[in-house]
């Protein structure tokens, strides 16, 4: 006898079948980590070898065409797709496992800084370049003063793991090789004229990880985050208050436009003291420049002001830029002048998703131990990889590459002519990387 089934149960039916066999595909996909732990420990000596290179070949933002042709033909060479050219320099790589499943992305930033180094490395960079500056046209010397170089080395070396791994992974890799994380005057930096590019579409990216050596003087092989702001927002603000100039014995007859700045600058001090939540994360409001006047007795007609803001909470941001505008366009107002204020929206806080962050814990942990610290204090500089964060749940960690027997006061930092990140930490940022994404992509 044969009983029809009402369209709509054969189709729930069918639907069902399909969701168990998709649930029995990805619920086959389990990563053999001691597997992915030897092919990193495999790549170890390139990854060196590609970080020296790298390191005595380092370029300005937006000019990292030696660097992002090897990385194409590195990832070519291992099977993903790639595509190049995304905001000028970028290199994205597709690893497609052919299976269903999320999309997780990886990145890596590329470009070096105008330092001279003083490391006195064997590799250490002799490169120049021609720089336009106010001064003329100037020879300033090159370094990977920020450890990009490592950076890109070690998602070349999780790449290579990946790869390798393929055949235990559901879902997509995408590989994000950015220019320019230290950005150039007046102009947007890598991470965001990648977004706009659409780097985070096709195929839409579910969780995207990063990392950055250094920042804090943490042994090498140490892993430090937080949930939430972990790097701060970064906003430039120029005021210029318009008054009345007059004589300075006669202040009656203008408009003092010094004293409404005097009154401004207080009255930002108040934002962060009397109407930010300082329980929920700290803030500052820094007026950095002042300038009014040029004889002891004349009121002049106008004050300039600029100044920083940092904060790590993306809503109190927006409420600081908002009080900032308010407070001084009022303030000014309240005498008789003009305030007009603009705004330079610079690097948005680096905000790790709690959700994710939680949820990779114990990749994290199975790879360093309890050398993975999960609450270090905020720190007050800030990284492009935030524009990512702004899109898709994201996750950056530090890498510690303090070298075993240095004092963290003996430190030099990111950016200093002697940074000399240890080697001894690729290896952990290789595994990580690579751990990271097969466990996202796997559920493990
Ligand atoms: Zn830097
Ligand atoms: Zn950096």
């Not at 389990?30 to 070898?49: F, G, P, R």
């Not at 499943?101 to 470009?111: E, N, W």
Request: glycine letters at 8%; a neutral charge; charged letters at 15%.
């Amino acid at each position: 006898m044969n009983i029809r089934r009402p369209r709509q149960i054969r189709t729930l039916l069918f639907t069902t079948i399909l969701c168990a066999q998709t649930a029995a595909v990805l619920a086959q996909q389990t990563v053999d980590h001691t597997q992915l732990d030897a092919a990193a420990t495999k790549v170890l000596s390139e990854v060196v070898n590609w970080r020296r290179d790298l390191h005595a070949h380092p370029e300005l933002a937006f000019q990292e065409q030696r660097t992002s042709d090897i990385i194409a033909t590195e990832l070519h060479r291992m099977g993903y797709e790639v595509s190049r050219g995304m905001a000028g320099t970028g290199v994205v790589g597709l690893l497609k496992t052919g299976r269903p499943g999320p999309v997780v992305a990886l990145r890596a930033d590329m470009d070096g800084l105008p330092v001279m180094e003083d490391t006195g490395l064997p590799f250490a960079s002799k490169q120049h370049v021609k720089q336009n500056t106010p001064q003329g046209n100037t020879e300033v010397a090159l370094m990977h003063a920020c450890g990009h170089d490592m950076h890109v080395a070690m998602l070349l070396g999780a790449a290579r793991v990946l790869a390798d791994l393929r055949g235990q992974l559901s879902g997509t890799v995408k590989l994000v090789f950015q220019p320019a994380e230290e950005g150039v005057p007046n102009a947007p930096n890598g991470a965001e004229r990648m977004v706009k590019a659409g780097v985070l579409d096709s195929p839409k990216v579910d969780a995207m990880f990063g990392l950055h050596v250094g920042i804090t003087p943490q042994p090498t092989g140490t892993i430090s985050l937080r949930a939430r702001g972990l790097m701060a927002s970064s906003d430039t603000f120029d005021i210029v208050v318009k008054g009345q100039q007059t004589h300075g014995a006669l202040p009656w007859n203008g408009v003092d436009p010094i004293v409404v700045a005097a009154q401004i600058i207080l009255g930002l001090q108040t934002i962060v003291s009397r109407q930010t939540n300082l329980t929920l994360a700290p803030a500052v409001i820094t007026v950095g420049t002042l300038q009014g006047g040029q004889r002891a007795n004349i009121v002049p007609g106008e004050v300039k002001m600029s100044g920083t803001i940092r904060s790590f909470d993306p809503a109190m941001r927006d409420q600081i830029l908002a009080q900032v505008r308010r407070t001084t366009e009022n303030l000014a107002l309240a005498s008789g002048a003009t305030a007009n204020v603009s705004i330079d929206a610079g690097y948005p806080v680096t905000w790790n998703d709690p959700a994710l962050t939680a949820k990779m814990l114990p990749s994290l942990r199975r790879i360093a131990g309890t050398a993975v610290l999960t609450d270090v204090p905020p720190t007050t500089t800030s990284e492009d990889f935030s524009f990512y964060g702004q899109r898709v749940p994201s996750m950056l960690f530090f890498l510690g590459v303090n070298p075993p027997g240095t004092a963290p006061t003996d430190w030099a930092p990111n950016h200093s002519p002697r940074f000399n990140p240890d080697e001894g930490a690729l290896l952990t940022g290789v595994r990580t990387l690579a751990s990271l994404a097969a466990d996202y992509l796997t559920g493990n």
